[in-house]
């Protein structure tokens, strides 16, 4: 069984920043891969970011340029950074990692920006 607890989420101006965090209650390494979805009120949740064991990383078209994951596998943590922050950015963020196949979600986080 497979913990995600994210930390890290609030409101911010538009352009700010805010960097999230998710540590799994284990060692990530065997969690992969691992990243970060969203979901805005009446809208699909959304991919946002992942990474692999070995640090391969993709991201939405729409955060490019701006978001940046990362994995720290002696922390069992996984970040986003968030830069350039948008009001359409705005949602609630979720941790998501596959292990053998089966998939783990965190609670969520809510990322709020104003313009």
């Known amino acids: 069984q497979v913990q995600l607890v994210e930390s890290g989420g609030g409101s911010v101006q538009a352009g700010g920043s805010l960097r999230l965090s998710c540590a799994a209650s284990g060692s990530i390494f065997s969690i992969n891969p691992m990243g970060w979805y969203r979901q805005a009120p009446g809208k699909q949740r959304e991919l946002v970011s992942a990474i692999t064991a070995v640090g391969s990383t993709a991201y939405a078209d729409s955060v490019k340029g701006r978001f940046t994951i990362s994995r720290d596998n002696a922390k069992n943590t996984v970040y986003l950074q968030m830069n350039s922050l948008k009001p359409e950015d705005t949602a609630v963020y979720y941790c998501?990692?596959?292990?053998?196949?089966?998939?783990?979600w965190g609670q969520g986080t809510q990322v709020t920006v104003s313009s």
């Open positions: 998501h990692g596959v292990v053998v196949g089966l998939d783990y």
